[in-house]
């Protein structure tokens, strides 16, 4: 008998909706699809007052030690990879992709490893991507996210320019 896991969740999911918890209060709940079904939809936050639901997709970083990042920026970065498909063509409405960062910081005394948050409206993201990213050979786009201090800048594109991503960082307020 094989035994099959039902439940979608990730840790980096479970850190957002209680993120979201804090931030919304008592006027929101946030629920978690129970099986796979609602591809590329990893919570749902639904506002009491209004009966509306909003969905979200949640990424998480791995941290990167790439010479470029820390020889350019002097910092590592982060990276995402995420498949064309799950920008633009999803199964179900997104309506806001989450990135959930973790940056080191590690000195001889302490180490310490921080949580940040893009929060980009779907329609906004698909925009930067379609017009300032190149898509990879094998149907994916890579993402890497450099935070210093208030500013969010994207280095890993073709284009070899950087993208700045800072009005998206730590912002709920664009949720509601």
């Known amino acids: ?18 993120k979201l918890r804090t931030e919304f209060g008592k006027g929101y709940e946030v629920f978690f699809p129970v099986n796979s079904q609602l591809k590329d939809i990893d919570l749902i936050m639904y506002n009491l007052k209004t009966q509306k639901s909003i ?26 990879v995420l498949k064309t498909s799950s920008i633009f063509k999803t ?3 997104i309506d806001f992709i989450v990135f959930v960062i973790y940056d080191e910081n590690i000195t001889s005394k302490n180490r310490e490893i921080s949580q940040s948050f893009l929060i980009i409206p779907m329609k906004d993201f698909q925009k930067i991507t379609k017009s300032q990213k190149t898509e990879r050979k094998t149907g994916f786009y890579h993402y890497s996210f450099i935070i210093n201090g208030k500013k969010v800048l994207e280095i890993n594109n073709i284009k070899d320019k950087t993208i700045d991503f800072s009005k998206y960082l730590n912002n709920w307020k664009l949720i509601k």
């Open 55 to 80: 969905s979200i997709q949640v990424k998480a970083s791995k941290t990167h030690h790439d010479k470029k990042g820390t020889r350019k920026f002097g910092r590592p970065n982060t990276w995402s």
């Open 1 to 18: 008998m094989t035994i099959k896991n039902f439940w979608s969740l990730n840790v980096d999911e479970a850190i957002v909706a209680d």
């Open 91 to 93: 199964t179900n409405k």
